[in-house]
Every structure is written in structure tokens, then in C-alpha cells.
């Protein structure tokens, strides 16, 4: 544990990663909600993040609630505790759920044009890897319940689904990347998610080197390389983003934006006109 002072600074850092990460999914959803449609928002992207966070909600939620993996954590850590934290876990099953949540609106408001060329090729290498990360953890797990650990602890099992989360975290931005790019706009991918996206991989990353510092203990950092490498992956993406939303296709959500202020503009005119008839 960090020593005073350093223990309510991690907590309140933690937390307001925790409020920053967890808030920033909600504009995406509130933004296909009123337009009723998701198109510029990359189904790709939504299916590695849902894959993702349920290999991080495990990862965490296993090393905070299991006493017996925190035991396996200690010796194979020189007795030192998990930098695992109950914010961490709460925004991991948050995520996993408002990702579901977009999953499911996709299904609903499902307005892409037909896939063709290189977005079909992509979409056929998302399924592939996200079928092939189920059998093989589906089998890994049936291996370990059969042969008692023995063929690999709880422990190793859990790391293996955190390393699939750090790399689930390297590349599940990029369709979201070359959607923008493709289209030459960022309509449809809503902007204040990745603000606050940044802000919250900061204090991320903040809470765990400064859990490491305090405790003059890096393996804080080491044992939960999903923690670490999903803050300052997030970060590299969002600056991505808003180099794309605020420096290269600036004009392309300005002007849809200005198109539906004048298509407001005349349906109130129509209906006033309407009205004084």
C-alpha cells in the first residue's frame, strides 16, 4: 500500500480516471441516439474494444476479488501487492458494458454502405481474431480446471488475457483511423470521447508510476502491463483523433454541422409559415 500522503493522491487520481474513461463513453452513445444512425463510427473498432475490456474486467476483477490469485500474485511478486484497484475493476465491467450498449445500437440503427475491398478484408481478420481469442481462452481455461494447474496457473492464464487486452489496445483504434482517413471526416465519431479519453489515460498512467514511486516498487507497473500500456496507447490514438477532427478535416463536420443548423432553421420557417396560414 502507498504511504500517507501518497495513498489519497493515487486514490483521487484513480477515481477521476475512473469518471473521465467511464463518461467518455457516453457521448458516442448519446450522439447515435439523436442521429439515429452510426455511420462514421467503426463496428471493427467496437468489436475489439467489447473483446478487450472482458479480457480486462477478468484480468482485474480476478485479482481483486480472488484471494487465492492475490496469494499467487504475492509469491510470484516477492510478497508485494497487486496496484489492482476497485476503480479499476468498476471502470473495466463499466466499459465492457456501455461498449455492449454501442454493439447493440449498431445492430439497431445498421446504416453502413456495403463492405468492399480492403473494409471487407478487415472485417473478415476482426472475426477471424476475435473467434480465435475465444477457443483459444475457452481452452485454456477447460485445460486448467481439468489438470488443476498444472498445465498453467490461475495467474499465468489471467497475464495471457491481459497481454491480449495490451495488444487488443495497439491495434483496435486503427479502423476507427482509417475510417477517418478514408472518408476524409470524423463525422459520426464523436470528439468529446476522445478528450476525455486523453485525460483519462493520463491520470491512468499517473496513478500507476506514482503507485511505483511511493512504494519504491516497479513492479506495480510490471504486473499490470494492461494498465500501463492501455493509458499511453489510448493517448497516441486521441491525439491521432484530434489531429484529424481539428487539423485535417476540420471544414467536413463543420459543414454538415452548419447543413443541419439551415435544415433546422427552414423546417421551423416552414412550420411558422404553416401556422400563420
Same mark, same amino acid.
Given at each position: 500500500?502507498?504511504?500517507?500522503?501518497?495513498?489519497?493522491?493515487?486514490?483521487?487520481?484513480?477515481?477521476?480516471?475512473?469518471?473521465?474513461?467511464?463518461?467518455?463513453?457516453?457521448?458516442?452513445?448519446?450522439?447515435?441516439?439523436?442521429?439515429?444512425?452510426?455511420?462514421?463510427?467503426?463496428?471493427?473498432?467496437?468489436?475489439?474494444?467489447?473483446?478487450?475490456?472482458?479480457?480486462?474486467?477478468?484480468?482485474?476483477?480476478?485479482?481483486?476479488?480472488?484471494?487465492? &490469485?492475490?496469494?499467487?500474485?504475492? #509469491?510470484?511478486?516477492? /510478497?508485494?501487492? *497487486?496496484?489492482?484497484? $476497485?476503480?479499476?475493476?468498476? =471502470?473495466?465491467?463499466?466499459?465492457?458494458?456501455?461498449?455492449?450498449?454501442?454493439?447493440?445500437?449498431?445492430?439497431?440503427?445498421?446504416?453502413?454502405?456495403?463492405?468492399?475491398?480492403?473494409?471487407?478484408?478487415?472485417?473478415?481478420?476482426?472475426?477471424?481474431?476475435?473467434?480465435?481469442?475465444?477457443?483459444?481462452?475457452?481452452?485454456?481455461?477447460?485445460?486448467?480446471?481439468?489438470?488443476?494447474?498444472?498445465?498453467?496457473?490461475?495467474?499465468?492464464?489471467?497475464?495471457?488475457?491481459?497481454?491480449?487486452?495490451?495488444?487488443?489496445?495497439?491495434?483496435?483504434?486503427?479502423?476507427?483511423?482509417?475510417?477517418?482517413?478514408?472518408?476524409?471526416?470524423?463525422?459520426?465519431?464523436? &470528439?468529446?470521447?476522445?478528450?476525455? #479519453?486523453?485525460?483519462? /489515460?493520463?491520470? *491512468?498512467?499517473?496513478? $500507476?508510476?506514482?503507485?511505483? =514511486?511511493?512504494?519504491?516498487?516497479?513492479?506495480?507497473?510490471?504486473?499490470?502491463?494492461?494498465?500501463?500500456?492501455?493509458?499511453?496507447?489510448?493517448?497516441?490514438?486521441?491525439?491521432?483523433?484530434?489531429?484529424?477532427?481539428?487539423?485535417?478535416?476540420?471544414?467536413?463536420?463543420?459543414?454538415?454541422?452548419?447543413?443541419?443548423?439551415?435544415?433546422?432553421?427552414?423546417?421551423?420557417?416552414?412550420?411558422?409559415?404553416?401556422?400563420?396560414?
Amino acid at each position: 500500500d502507498d504511504p500517507p500522503p501518497f495513498s489519497r493522491i493515487s486514490s483521487v487520481l484513480g477515481w477521476s480516471y475512473f469518471a473521465a474513461w467511464s463518461v467518455s463513453f457516453y457521448p458516442q452513445v448519446v450522439q447515435n441516439f439523436s442521429r439515429r444512425s452510426v455511420v462514421g463510427l467503426s463496428l471493427d473498432y467496437q468489436i475489439l474494444n467489447f473483446l478487450g475490456f472482458l479480457c480486462y474486467f477478468s484480468f482485474n476483477g480476478a485479482l481483486y476479488w480472488s484471494s487465492y &490469485i492475490q496469494s499467487e500474485y504475492k #509469491d510470484a511478486h516477492h /510478497g508485494q501487492s *497487486s496496484a489492482v484497484r $476497485l476503480n479499476d475493476v468498476w =471502470f473495466a465491467g463499466h466499459a465492457m458494458v456501455l461498449t455492449a450498449v454501442t454493439l447493440l445500437q449498431i445492430a439497431v440503427y445498421y446504416d453502413y454502405p456495403p463492405l468492399k475491398g480492403s473494409e471487407r478484408m478487415l472485417r473478415i481478420a476482426v472475426i477471424c481474431f476475435v473467434s480465435g481469442v475465444v477457443v483459444c481462452a475457452g481452452g485454456l481455461l477447460a485445460a486448467i480446471v481439468a489438470f488443476q494447474e498444472s498445465f498453467m496457473t490461475w495467474l499465468t492464464y489471467l497475464g495471457t488475457l491481459a497481454q491480449v487486452k495490451v495488444f487488443i489496445s495497439v491495434v483496435k483504434y486503427m479502423p476507427q483511423v482509417w475510417m477517418n482517413c478514408r472518408r476524409q471526416s470524423t463525422d459520426g465519431w464523436a &470528439i468529446e470521447n476522445v478528450l476525455l #479519453d486523453f485525460m483519462g /489515460g493520463a491520470l *491512468s498512467v499517473g496513478q $500507476l508510476v506514482l503507485d511505483g =514511486f511511493s512504494t519504491s516498487d516497479w513492479s506495480a507497473v510490471t504486473g499490470d502491463p494492461a494498465k500501463f500500456l492501455l493509458g499511453n496507447c489510448s493517448m497516441v490514438f486521441d491525439v491521432i483523433f484530434m489531429a484529424q477532427h481539428y487539423c485535417l478535416y476540420p471544414m467536413a463536420h463543420r459543414t454538415r454541422a452548419s447543413n443541419s443548423l439551415s435544415l433546422a432553421a427552414e423546417q421551423s420557417a416552414t412550420e411558422s409559415s404553416d401556422a400563420a396560414s
